[in-house]
């Protein structure tokens, strides 16, 4: 049975920094693109940072780059994401994806919170 379960999202202070988890188990997720999402209250779900298999490379949304960074433990089937330097702007529910691509299999966790506020 697959499941993703994301964690750490909360109330942060404009500046402030959070680190999100992603937690996967029931599938091989070494094998797996793994990448972060957000949605914005109105807004379309948007791409923030991915992270190819065993960590050959990273992207990110403009809008993050330099201030977040992802990364993977394939030993614990984690990833993970480093926010720093938090804006409102960066509030939203931020999903975990894992895709692969010839296998052509998605997977999403439930989200979690993530608020920027004074």
């Known amino acids: 049975q697959v499941r993703i379960v994301e964690s750490g999202g909360g109330l942060v202070q404009p500046g402030g920094s959070l680190r999100l988890s992603c937690a996967a188990s029931g599938f091989t997720f070494s094998w797996y693109t793994m990448t972060w999402y957000r949605q914005a209250p109105e807004k379309e779900r948007e791409l923030v940072a991915t992270?190819?298999?065993?960590?050959?490379?990273?992207n990110y949304a403009d809008s993050v780059r330099g201030r977040f960074t992802i990364s993977r433990d394939d030993a614990k089937n984690t990833v993970y994401l480093q926010m720093n330097s938090l804006k409102p702007d960066d509030t939203g529910k931020y999903y975990c994806?894992?895709?692969?691509?010839?296998?052509?299999?998605?997977?999403w966790g439930q989200g979690t919170q993530v608020t920027v506020s004074s």
């Open positions: 994806n894992a895709h692969h691509n010839e296998l052509g299999t998605d997977f």
């Open positions: 992270i190819a298999r065993a960590g050959a490379s990273t």
